[in-house]
């Protein structure tokens, strides 16, 4: 089992920043991707951010490109989203999951992953 837990969550204004932190626990020597995804109340799990650890080739949604910065560093086990330029339409709840490996026409399937975090929530004001 792969446990997962993450912070840097939290309450902030409209263009305003947050950090996301996920860090990795158990046997993690099978999971060679790790994502970030989000939810919403009503909405569907969405795919935001992946990045593959070996070659840390990264995979962004569309709406989050050029604001979102997904990173990961191999020592501490753990992966970051920086988040900047953040909208209203940003409020999540944001998940950290990891599977074997990322590609590029699945990295957004949350069906795949098979190890989810807590969830951290990020709610962004007007």
């Known amino acids: 089992q792969v446990q997962l837990v993450e912070s840097g969550g939290g309450s902030v204004q409209a263009g305003g920043s947050l950090r996301l932190s996920c860090t990795a626990y158990?046997?993690?020597?099978?999971?060679?991707?790790m994502a970030w995804f989000r939810q919403a109340p009503g909405t569907e799990r969405e795919g935001v951010a992946a990045?593959?650890?070996?070659?840390?080739?990264?995979y962004y949604t569309d709406s989050v490109k050029g604001r979102f910065t997904i990173s990961e560093d191999n020592d501490k086990n753990t992966v970051y989203m920086e988040m900047n330029s953040l909208k209203p339409e940003d409020t999540a709840m944001y998940y950290c999951?990891?599977?074997?490996?990322?590609?590029?026409?699945?990295?957004?399937?949350?069906?795949?992953?098979?190890?989810w975090g807590q969830g951290t929530q990020v709610t962004v004001s007007s």
């Open positions: 158990g046997y993690t020597y099978s999971s060679n991707c």
């Open positions: 990045i593959r650890i070996s070659d840390r080739r990264t």
């Open positions: 999951a990891a599977r074997f490996d990322c590609y590029s026409d699945s990295w957004s399937k949350s069906l795949d992953f098979a190890y």
